[in-house]
């Protein structure tokens, strides 16, 4: 992938927009949505089929309740005891890289009471906020994607990290949560299919799921009736800097040029920010999912087991199993011991169904910051590195916080 300044280059140019969008994820495709609303022409490519990545592998929750930020205290003396564990929740394949050492020291720093503190509420009202568009956008749009806004039973199996769950109740309390604490007996009247090995849940009432697929798809053909044109299957070669005012991004396919630039390209994001000069501090995140045909003993309100970090979501017809986190880098590669261990976790906190059910595993990939707390002075630094480097605008979104 290269980057260029056209200084006496003329390039063939296959199409203009005021927008080029790179990543046909839910960000992707919702970003094009909204900027095609505003009377931008955009156009939008995509180096897979539209949503062929995170957005279509994942648990599909809608959790403002995920407010607490990954890298929190206690977070790196677990992952130390997970580090030889191959079917660990957490998961860090060490390697020679500096970019990942850097992340690495980036991410233990976050691992503290201030940061986490100050990420919350930014965590909090970002969610909220994509909670309410998404129901603004069923009704503007009549989407249907088995949409329901049930809660999530945070789900424990030990004393100690049922204690845990209060103590991290009893802080999102304080940032204007009101979550349930309820014992095992109590949260079993609620969602009569949850596991007895349950001690104890955290019941998070406003959360909410559904599929990611059909979202985002149907908001492609959305986008479309707006507008925006949608190249799939095309992947994005490099990044020629046209003039001041304009950006052409080169293609498989040919060359687009925009007069700004938007990347949400989730775990590949780096990529694209390094032809710009530029370095972000963002991680390849693996995760698995296991889906089956929806037994009868399904749960109706997804389930989320806290220590093995595993959710077990109902959609529509099918019941998905997703979760753990590898850090292994642009690796897709299907690890089978740790996609059975998304299964076992999600069957821990969950009545016994049929095993011998149908399985389909999925592996994806999300962009990990080292951080989440903000940080306006990292912004407006990395706002003028890429305003001084030549187009109009560029914007960079790695990906959607959702699971």
């Not at 992952?79 to 500096?98: N, T």
Request: aromatic content about 8%.
């Amino acid at each position: 992938m290269k980057s260029l300044r056209s200084e006496g280059l003329t390039v063939s140019m296959k199409e203009k927009g005021d927008v080029i969008v790179v990543g046909g994820g839910v960000v992707g495709v919702c970003v094009a949505y909204y900027l095609a609303k505003t009377g931008m022409t955009v156009v939008l490519v995509e180096k897979g089929e539209i949503c062929s990545g995170c957005s279509y592998a994942n648990a599909g929750l809608i959790t403002p309740s995920h407010s607490l930020p990954i890298p929190a205290p206690g977070v790196i003396k677990q992952a130390c005891k997970w580090l030889l564990q191959e079917d660990s929740p957490l998961l860090f394949r060490l390697r020679l890289d500096w970019r990942l050492a850097y992340w690495l020291v980036r991410f233990a720093a976050a691992c503290r009471e201030q940061p986490m503190n100050r990420a919350i509420p930014v965590l909090r009202d970002l969610s909220r906020g994509s909670l309410d568009l998404f129901e603004e956008l069923i009704l503007a749009e009549g989407l249907s994607f088995d949409y329901e806004r049930l809660g999530l039973l945070c789900a424990y199996t030990t004393h100690s990290g049922y204690e845990k769950g209060k103590r991290d109740a009893e802080l999102l309390t304080r940032h204007g949560f009101a979550p349930r604490v309820l014992d095992g007996k109590h949260a079993r009247e609620l969602e009569p299919n949850l596991g007895t090995s349950v001690i104890g849940t955290v019941y998070f009432e406003d959360d909410a799921h559904g599929n990611g697929y059909d979202f985002v798809t149907q908001m492609s053909t959305a986008a479309k009736r707006l507008g925006v044109k949608i190249h799939t299957n095309t992947a994005v070669a490099g990044l020629l800097i046209e003039d001041s005012n304009h950006i052409c991004v080169k293609t498989e396919g040919g060359d687009l040029l925009g007069r700004n630039i938007v990347i949400t390209a989730g775990a590949w994001t780096s990529q694209f920010t390094k032809i710009l000069g530029v370095e972000i501090p963002v991680e390849p995140g693996k995760g698995y999912s296991v889906t089956i045909d929806r037994p009868d003993l399904s749960p109706k309100i997804p389930v989320l087991n806290m220590e093995k970090k595993v959710a077990v979501t109902p959609i529509g017809k099918r019941l998905r199993f997703a979760g753990t986190m590898e850090f292994s880098g642009l690796d897709l590669t299907l690890n089978e011991r740790r996609a059975d261990a998304v299964l076992r976790g999600g069957l821990e906190v969950i009545s016994r169904i049929c095993e011998s059910a149908e399985c389909r595993t999925l592996v994806w990939l999300e962009a990990m910051y080292a951080r989440w707390s903000p940080d306006h002075r990292q912004n407006a630094r990395l706002s003028s590195r890429l305003h001084c480097y030549g187009p109009r605008d560029a914007w960079i979104h790695p990906g959607s916080h959702h699971r």
